[in-house]
């Protein structure tokens, strides 16, 4: 069982910046993909960001160009850097961790963000 543990959300007036960071507990295996999704109230849990283990990074088409996503393979912690911040970013962010071998997923708590306008 691996456990995520978020944190830095917040709430910030547009134009604003927050920087959340997800970590994951130790594991003996290789956590090959994390990402950050968020779910708005009504709407579906969507991708935000993820990264691989080898730095290769996938972006949703409304973030690219605000958020940058990176990871720190030695802390199994994985960040997300939001600028340019809009109200409609105002979102639960979630952490997401992708184990292959074991194709297991595990699911932070997630973490407030709210962007005022």
């Known amino acids: 069982q691996v456990q995520l543990v978020e944190s830095g959300g917040g709430l910030v007036q547009a134009g604003g910046s927050l920087r959340l960071s997800c970590a994951a507990s130790?594991?003996?295996?290789?956590?090959?993909?994390m990402g950050w999704y968020r779910q708005a109230p009504g709407a579906q849990r969507e991708l935000v960001a993820d990264?691989?283990?080898?730095?290769?990074?996938n972006y949703a088409d409304s973030v690219k160009g605000r958020f940058t996503i990176s990871r720190d393979n030695t802390k199994n912690t994985v960040y997300l850097q939001m600028n340019s911040l809009k109200p409609e970013d105002t979102a639960v962010y979630y952490c997401?961790?992708?184990?292959?071998?074991?194709?297991?997923?595990?699911w932070g708590q997630g973490t407030q963000v709210t962007v005022s306008s």
């Open positions: 130790r594991t003996p295996f290789s956590i090959n993909k």
């Open positions: 997401k961790a992708e184990i292959s071998l074991i194709s297991k997923s595990y």
């Open positions: 990264i691989n283990s080898g730095g290769s990074t």
